[in-house]
Nanobody, 122 residues
Framework: QVELVESGGGSVQAGGSLRLSCVVS????????MGWFRQAPGKEREGVAA???????RYADSVKGRFTISRLNAKITLQLQMSNLKPEDTAMYYC????????????????WGQGTQVTVSS
C-alpha cells in the first residue's frame, strides 16, 4: 500500500511563501510521476505540479513562476516551494504518486496522503 505523508502547510498573507514536503514510500511503479494536487471547498481537484524520475516537470498555468517542485531521492521526499502566494491558492494540498504522465493528465489521483491545508489571506 502506497504511503504519502504531507507536511508544511499553514496560513500566510498574500505574497508570502510556504514549503510543503511529502515522504513517499511503498510504491512499486517503475517510472513514477510524483506530484501535488489541491482541492478547495466546492471546487474540483487541480493538479498543481508534478515531476518524474527523469526530472521532467509540469506546472499548472496558475502556479507557473511561483511554485517549484523538487524531489530528494535519499528518502523519497517531494517538496513544493510556493512563493508569491495568492488567496486563490487557498486549498488542501495533497501529494500523489502515479504510474505515468497519462494518469496525471487525466487527473487520475489514485493515491494521496492526509493532505495539508494552505490558507492565504489578502
Amino acid at each position: 500500500q502506497v504511503e504519502l505523508v504531507e507536511s508544511g502547510g499553514g496560513s500566510v498573507q498574500a505574497g508570502g511563501s510556504l514549503r510543503l514536503s511529502c515522504v513517499v514510500s511503498r510504491y512499486t511503479y517503475s517510472r513514477p510521476v510524483m506530484g501535488w494536487f489541491r482541492q478547495a471547498p466546492g471546487k474540483e481537484r487541480e493538479g498543481v505540479a508534478a515531476i518524474d524520475r527523469y526530472g521532467i516537470i509540469r506546472y499548472a498555468d496558475s502556479v507557473k513562476g511561483r511554485f517549484t517542485i523538487s524531489r530528494l531521492n535519499a528518502k523519497i521526499t517531494l517538496q513544493l516551494q510556493m512563493s508569491n502566494l495568492k488567496p486563490e491558492d487557498t486549498a488542501m494540498y495533497y501529494c500523489t504518486v502515479l504510474p505515468a504522465w497519462s494518469n496525471w493528465d487525466g487527473g487520475d489521483f489514485t493515491y494521496w496522503g492526509q493532505g495539508t491545508q494552505v490558507t492565504v489571506s489578502s
